[in-house]
């Protein structure tokens, strides 16, 4: 059975650093991998998806990478803003399903 | 724009009626899922659907329900709520084949008292 693990739980930061959110799963069947943003009391947008042939997505100032033989993946953000503080998600889709199997998200708090 | 919406937003219920929250979604996508996200558990599947007339249990699907009719409506029923089942509700869909991304809705926060 799928497991995912996002680590840390919880990660507060001042403004202007670059962090890095891990999210590991078991089974390395996957389609895809996708990292969500949540903001409190909303729904999840999604910031970036990769395909399992895939090694890396950008986006602006966000870099998620795919190892999928060791079963991590990392969403690298620079310099961080306040405007990033909400929680991030981790999903992957198992291979042969259109199902996503969550992670318990990171909340980030990035303070002035 | 394509989307997804949801409603009701926010329902406040009491235990032993029935409940229906309502899914739609203009992306014509084939598939559609239903997630419920409770604090320490993240987002949970509860019932999903490849297509009209499809329908599959998730991980929770015990008390829940639903029937796809048409392409782009997915209601999620439960059939006589319970204490346990508060939490908030989140509808998704996507192109069916695999990977791809799935877009979700905004949300319905149901509390049965």
């Known amino acids: 059975k799928q497991e995912v693990t996002q680590i840390p739980a919880a990660l507060s930061v001042p403004e202007g650093e670059n962090l890095v959110l891990n999210c590991s799963f078991t089974?390395?069947?996957?389609?895809?991998l996708q990292w969500f943003r949540q903001d409190p009391g909303k729904g999840l947008t999604s910031l970036l998806l990769i395909q399992s042939s895939q090694r890396e997505q950008t986006s602006g100032r966000l870099n998620a990478s795919l190892d999928k033989s060791s079963g991590r993946s990392t969403l690298y953000i620079a310099a961080s803003q306040p405007g990033d503080s909400a929680t991030y998600l981790c999903a992957v889709q198992t291979y042969n399903t259109d199902k996503l199997i969550f992670g318990t998200g990171t909340r980030l708090q990035v303070f002035p | 724009d394509a989307e997804i919406t949801q409603s009701p937003r926010h329902k406040i219920t009491e235990t032993g009626r029935q409940v229906t929250l309502a899914c739609h979604q203009t992306?014509?996508?084939?598939?559609m899922f239903w997630y419920r996200q409770d604090l320490g558990h993240g987002l949970r599947l509860i019932h999903y659907?490849?297509?009209?007339?499809?329908?599959n249990k998730g991980e929770v699907s015990d008390g829940y329900s639903v029937s796809r009719s048409n392409t782009e409506d997915l209601p999620l029923t439960l059939e006589s709520a319970a204490s346990s089942q508060t939490s908030v509700y989140f509808c998704?869909?996507?192109?069916?084949?695999?990977?791809?991304?799935?877009?979700f809705g905004p949300g319905t926060r149901l509390t049965v008292l």
């Open positions: 659907s490849y297509g009209v007339q499809d329908t």
């Open positions: 089974d390395s069947a996957i389609y895809n």
């Open positions: 998704a869909s996507s192109v069916s084949g695999g990977y791809n991304e799935q877009f």
């Open positions: 992306w014509n996508h084939n598939n």
